[in-house]
């Protein structure tokens, strides 16, 4: 069959469109007011001050690389700083941007940032886990009130949302983005960024409640090769642009006011000096109108990557148009010197101060630079609603791996033994990259199930601890102490023999282990990512006596479990679940709360068969057992532990029914769901589609749309997405959209193994002014 390659006018269309997705959240009335304002005030200012913008240290305790800023205090006073970060509470913050309005010539005030990621003061599951809720509201508002603490305590900028495509769970970062798909990955950016921002950045300055979000990290962190954090990434137009890139450009459209370069280089051109990257495809193809901020001396790390000296690289890097620097100061020391012998660096140091003030204006610092830093506002932190949100995301977080012969949920008369660390420990519940939060005042699960408020009687619970959470003393010392307290190893015969006397008495064990949450997040990837031995022992052990074993899992990635699940009954996927830890996994064992999460990265059944993710491409020798010259391994299945998507219930639904049609510029997706059980619960309808007539490779299946309902027992109900036409188009080689018309095959299904199918020809027709991409 011929192909359609619809180029020309319909890309034309398409970078417009680009163009205009920021266009359209700029208002151009007031963006002129803006530009005015910035136009005078750049005016006035001096060569010296204008590079003292650029400039971005860290005041305070969170440090995540090897450089410290020092004297800042007196920094800001001569002008040498634009925005600081890791300082908050209103009196902390009162004292700095007194300094820039008061004791600087011109009085601009400093932008205050801090990485905000998953939570401020209420800590919210890790955003992996979040993204398992597939709840986009629930996101939102996670956002929202971590935006409304931030604020509280004098921030208005946040270094999230976290974007990254990630597919190599070695890789520790993977517990702070979405997982590894861009359909979702990209729904999820823009709700963070909504939930932040407001819908209309025009409105920030209004809202003081509101703050800065700043995509990070563009672009590809996620793609570090052998999933080494910092690692190179080299990677093909046609994988970037259709599986990398969507989700930044979804924060872009969505009015993301700042974007932070990643470490990684790209094909041999690190981000942070990369014009193709900032110049080429954030502002001239994605129109982004906002600020470039570095990650921490990503400047100064070009020093390693072979490119040059200081002057060398903060010339690069400025010219690229990397326009804060954070914590390096090589703009500090060099531009005025770069200025002197090319006088054409005026137009970039311009550029970068125009773009920083800019936002300072958008945020209302101007008329405002004590904004939200009022002791009153302390009053949101950790309310009794922020709570309330906290712990319905961790409910909606958790993932049901197992349940076999139903041991969960557990009955109230049932005698249960709890053992492991994570029972009783409360550090490790509030995950890495968890800002402001007092990991103190997290609830652990022995806190919640021993509460004055709990329905569990005190005779049928018993504790024991079962096991040390790690006993590898090189790991413990690595992740000491900045990771996290780690006690020295107990005596693990002892422990185990405890345990096991307890375990003796019971009808079912519940296990709770899992990562500390330091083996997650920056600079903790993992070559090996099973449980750590002496916890599968324990299992085992546990296992001998015959009773069924409820496995509760604290994880920042997909770990493989192959080893432990022939000896669980059940597995209860709890991420790190934030400050409402304890009550939402008690809620979740004895039935109070039905889970309904569905991983969003795919769980390998060893690490060999990394990377492994749902949407890969098709292959000319797909799997067959029965032929040798496949694709596949001799010693393991090309098949998943648990397969992206994948996420059980307390309820059976079944699927049924499922239409498509092309209505207008639409696809039309029906299926019929049903909740076959007799408990009600909530199911994420999810559609998938693949191409069977393309012109390039395609995805087994991508995702294109999905929805989470709560049904009743014994309820149906009718599902139905549109999926835009255009969403069925992708990039070529070259990075150039593509439409062709063709044959799809949609399914539906509670995980991306899916069911039913259907095959629908697709003419493609569009709306004219269609984002076409996800
Ligand atoms: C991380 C960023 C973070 C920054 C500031 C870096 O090490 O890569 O994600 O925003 O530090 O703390």
Redesign the pocket.
Known sequence: MKKTHILGSILFAFFAIGNSAQAQIYNPFAEAKANAFVDSLMSKMTLDEKIGQLNLPSVGF?V??PVLSKDVEAKIARGEVGGV?NTFTPIAVRKLQERAIKETRLGIPLLLGY?VIHGHRTIFPIPLGLSATWNLGLIEQSASVAAKEATADGLNWT?SP?VDIARDPRWGRVSEGAGEDPYLGSRISEAMVWGYQGKNIENLSKQNDKLMACV??FALYGGAEAGRDYNTVDMSLYKMYNDYLPPYKAAINAGVATV?TS?NDINGMPATCNEDLIQGILRKEWGFKGMVVT??TAINELENHGMGIGKTVAARSIKAGAEMD?VGELYLLHLEYLFAENPEYLKYIDRACKNILLSKYRLGLFSDPYRGLDEKNQSVMLSVEHLQSAQKAAEESFVLLKNENQVLPLKPTSKVAFIGPHIKRKRDLIGSWSGAGDWKKSVSIWDALTSTGSTVKAENIKYAEGCNLLEDLELIAKLNPHDGQIESPKDSKKLLKEAMAVAKKSEVIVVAVGETFGMSG?AASRSNIHLPVHQVEMIKSLHTLGKPIVLVLMNGRPLVLTDVLPYCSAILECWFPGTQAGPAIVNTLYGKNNPSGKITMTFPQNEGQIPIYYNSRTTGRPFDNNQKYTSKYLDVSNEPLFPFGFGLSYSNFEYSNLTAETKGTSVVLTAEIKNISQIDGQEVVQFYASDLEATYTRPKKQLVGFEKVTLKAGESKKVTVNVEQSQLGYYDQKGEWFFEPGIFRFSVGGSSQTTLNKELKVLMTFKPHVTPEF
């Open positions: 969170d995540t690389g970060f990485d270094f976290m990070k990290h932070m470490f990650d921490y954070m920056e």
